[in-house]
Nanobody, 126 residues
């Protein structure tokens, strides 16, 4: 069983930055897919960024050039660096992972992932 715990969310002003972290535990195999999703009130959950086992990343068009996903395999931690934040980035952010391989557009699809964290709230004020 894989456990994912997000941290790093909070209030921030428009134009500011935050770095989200996702600590993974409870498994002995390699996590092949990891990603960040978000859900704003009244909206569907959307994929923000994902990274495959080779370190290749995919991003939603809305965050390209502003967000960066990375991982520290030694620490079993996934990160999301968010810069130039906008009010429309306000949402609950979720970390997701899976033990199967994935790539490309599948990194941003929630059906790819079998394990989810509880989420961390990001609120951007203008």
């Amino acid at each position: 069983q894989v456990q994912l715990v997000e941290s790093g969310g909070g209030p921030v002003q428009s134009g500011g930055s935050l770095r989200l972290s996702c600590a993974a535990s409870g498994y002995t195999y390699r996590l092949y897919c990891m990603g960040w999703f978000r859900q704003a009130p009244g909206k569907e959950r959307e994929g923000v960024a994902g990274i495959d086992s080779d370190g290749r990343a995919s991003y939603a068009d809305s965050v390209k050039g502003r967000f960066a996903i990375s991982q520290d395999n030694a620490k079993n931690t996934l990160y999301l660096q968010m810069n130039s934040l906008k009010s429309e980035d306000t949402a609950m952010y979720y970390c997701a992972a899976d033990l199967t391989s994935c790539a490309g557009r599948w990194l941003l699809r929630d059906i790819t992932y079998g394990y989810w964290g509880q989420g961390t709230q990001v609120t951007v004020s203008s």
